[in-house]
């Protein structure tokens, strides 16, 4: 029977369906801006008629110009966006598993981790070849990180409890910390200038091979995290609450540490260890749509992913002479976001 | 007496070689409302564990309309078995609604959306549980007996033939005692409910069983359970037993002053 209730209930679902072409719109807008961005000058009319060229139209744009948009910018601003979405993810996740407002791959020593295996890959190839040194370090990242994972769970204790699994993450951080510093410190200059990249993180060695492995990743562990949207909701409620409702807690726990470990590891290993973006983004979009009852996860992604976007036009814009490192911005702007979002009332709730 | 729902069959359960629970048996029928009474300490909240899948018994079975639960997936145990567990937690900002929500949560598979009739059912559940002004409010800024009736509604949502509370009545006021044990009452599920206000357990429970260092010493009507001995030898408590003049239960009036 259609109820009042229903009709209601109607109503508000065909508002949120009015949403996913605004949001569409945010992520082609916010893209095709970057584009625009960088020391090349190149006009936002020049941007499109490149893209359109590249997608096999007739135009009159340069081929240099064309080239710059279409090998240099797009890649970039891409991989600017799946890993602002990646990070965020995993953040948002991890948070829901630990219950800790705080958590993110940093907390766990997962970034730690991948920096550590990719540094060390880096300082024993030294300035080899390139094709090499990009498997290398994706390789030395990933082990990195299932080493630090694998090292959280088996200090976690039994049934995985929550307190340990965060102390023996902040512990094995710092332990791969230390083991960073160590090699930058021992290697000679020049094998340190390319380390430095992998601790601050930046988009510049982005190319349409590198965004292959990334984009597989994220798309699947991130199918798989919608798919347990359901179960990610109801750990919140508790353990003994979670399981009352027939979820394995721990086995969940678990599944989901090293499915953010995969994705934290994939993009280390591309873009570098950027911090904050996953213990912010996934605030911020708590806090906006606690009433809409909406997937935290999904929101996270896009709006980690413009912010992320944004965040790399500010790389490049910012000094007009060099390239800041990303990792230095989000960090600049997350602290500073903290500190205002704390003087706030009712955020701690 | 009817069909058994739920049989314990000589269940044990240890921790590092300490006995928690010991060669506890009882059944309870389909419908019933069982009280578990015994002093702190005594193996309450222990026992129920057992029957929700989180204490693993260590000896014995426990049968849920035959099938052992911990033959069974938890998810298969979950949507027969609905839990109000005593401390409810924060749940870390998750809105009214949402918990009420997570009931259904064993009854779905991975990437099942909520129905149009379940969305419309959770509404209608909001709504009898004076729950649907509060929907948007966030778990923490509720009162302990708001608390309570979301935690009763995600219970109800589960649609569950068995449902567990420990201590139901805790932290609340007199009204709001009488009135989630009357709701529960209403809903025609088979119950186990712990209890620490006896009078309350007398009043409400079809058959109460009562434990003492993590063994059943005692299981049978209120009438034959509450007595004046067992005030004595179990909770250490002098007090006279007689008939409730409202209800004909027992009634207990505690000796306060020596």
Known sequence: MPTMNSLVLNQSLSLKAARAPVVGLLILLSCIFAINFGSAEISLQEVIKALYASMGGETDISLVKQRIVWELRVPRVLLALLCGA???????????????????????????????????????????????????????????????????????GTGVQVERMILAGVAVSFMFSAGTSL???????????????????????????????????????????????????????????????????????????????????????????????????PHIVRRLMWREGGNVLIVSAILGGVFMVWVDVLARTLITSNELPIGVITAAIGSLFFLLVLRKRGWTE | MSVSLLEVESLGWNVDQKDILRDISFGIAEGEFVGLIGPNGAGKSSLMRCLYRVNRPTAGRVLLKGADIWRQSAKESAKRTAVILQEAGDHFGLTVREIVALGLTPHKRLFERDTWEEKVRIKEILQQNDLYALRYQRFSQLSGGEKQRVMLARAIVQQPEFLIMDEPTNHLDIHYQISVLRKVKTLG??????????????????????????????????????????????????????KHPLHGNPRISYAYHE
């Open chain 1, 183 to 281: 090699v930058l410190y021992s290697s000679d200059p020049q094998v340190v200038a390319s380390l430095l990249f992998w601790t601050l993180g930046s988009f510049t060695a982005a190319t349409w091979e590198s965004l292959l492995l990334p984009s597989i990743v994220i798309l699947i562990v991130m199918m798989i995290f919608i798919g347990y949207s359901r179960p990610l909701k109801a750990i919140l409620a508790g353990d003994e609450n979670a399981q009352a409702l027939g979820l394995d807690v721990s086995r969940m726990r678990i599944g989901m540490l090293v499915l953010c470990s995969l994705l934290t590891a994939t993009l280390v290993a591309n873009c570098g260890g950027i911090g904050f973006v996953g213990l912010m983004i």
């Open chain 2, 189 to 242: 599920v088979t119950v186990l409910a712990s209890f620490h206000d006896l009078n309350l357990a007398a009043a409400f429970c079809d058959r109460l069983l009562v434990m003492e260092q993590g063994r059943l010493i005692a299981q049978g009507t209120p009438q034959a359970v509450m007595n004046e001995d067992l005030l004595g030898s179990i909770f250490a408590t002098c007090a006279i037993v007689d």
């Open chain 1, 86 to 156: 990646g990070l965020s993810v995993a953040g948002a996740v991890l948070q829901n598993v630990t219950r800790n407002p705080l958590a993110d791959p940093y907390l766990f020593g997962i970034s730690s981790g991948a920096s550590f295996g990719a540094v060390i890959v880096l300082a024993a190839m030294g300035a080899g070849n390139a094709m090499l040194a990009q498997y290398g370090v994706t390789v030395g990242a990933f082990v990195g990180s299932v080493l630090s994972v694998l090292l959280v769970i088996s200090l976690a």
